[in-house]
């Protein structure tokens, strides 16, 4: 099996005991969604996780599926310590958004004994509708990424969030402008095959699972079901946020990892 590539990038380097991988979703790079969050947890060594194609990933030359591309963060620890980058025996957890929060839950179903603990941040155990995926490949593999800045403007961020943070905004939607857009592509072509519903009675690693209460893609009621399916799950709700609470609610959503990783 060829995995996708993905390239981590360190986010911070402090005196912080555990690691924290920090996934960035669909269209978005770990740094532009992560970075105002970093600061709110000391305690971690945080390593940013791109998807292909995104931030500082290179583009994928192929086809994948969610689980591959949960293998391919495995991997990433595996090399990590192995090159002495990472404790070979600290706490390693993992938090993503949106589709790196479904790469959380693939992650507690295939490697069950790697994290200490996940966060999936505005996910569910399926996004969205297969065909509603395919239509939207079709369209960025052929005009490329910037016809979905409008719309992703407006599922990402909370009302008044545009207006009120200019800056960490367009920093999000240039990340999805600089996107490739064939591994875009794939990344919803992965996103209309995933659906690990019935496996979330599997995943025994804790979980927190955190929605944005003005998230239309993935509303509180679908995180709050999500945890509790799983077999040691808490949901918290950022009222304040939409699809991007590390972004929006940087230090509440710093603060709920935080809480809970550190939780018995």
Do not use: N
């Not at 920090?22 to 105002?36: H, I, K, P, Q, V």
């Amino acid at each position: 099996m060829s995995l996708p590539e993905i390239t981590p990038t360190l986010l911070s380097a402090g005196p912080g005991k555990h690691v924290l991988l920090a996934g960035a979703g669909l269209g978005t790079g770990a740094l532009a969604l992560w970075s105002d969050a970093v600061p709110f947890l000391p305690e971690f060594q945080v390593i940013g996780i791109d998807l292909p194609g995104h931030g500082a990933s290179p583009a994928s030359a192929g086809a994948f599926s969610v689980a591959e591309l949960a293998a391919a963060v495995a991997g990433v620890v595996s090399t990590l310590r192995a090159a002495g980058d990472i404790p070979a025996q600290g706490r390693v957890y993992y938090a993503g958004v949106s589709l790196a929060g479904g790469v959380a839950l693939q992650l507690g179903v295939d490697f069950p004994k790697l994290f200490s603990g996940l966060g999936a941040i505005c996910t569910g155990s399926k996004l969205g509708e297969p065909q509603g995926w395919l239509d939207r490949a079709h369209t960025v593999q052929a005009q490329g990424t910037p016809t979905q800045i409008v719309g992703s403007a407006e599922r990402w961020f909370a009302p008044g969030f545009v207006e009120h943070h200019p800056q960490a905004s367009a920093r999000l939607l240039h990340s999805l402008q600089d996107a490739d857009r064939f591994s875009y592509a794939r990344c919803c072509e992965a996103l209309a095959g995933f659906d690990i519903t019935d496996s979330l009675d599997r995943i025994e690693v804790p979980l927190i699972a955190i929605a944005g209460g003005q998230d239309t893609v993935c509303p509180p009621a679908i995180v709050k079901a999500l945890a509790g399916a799983v077999r040691h799950g808490r949901a918290e709700v950022v009222e304040s946020a939409a699809h991007q609470a590390p972004l929006e609610a940087p230090q509440e959503t710093a603060g709920l990892l935080s809480a809970f990783f550190a939780g018995p």
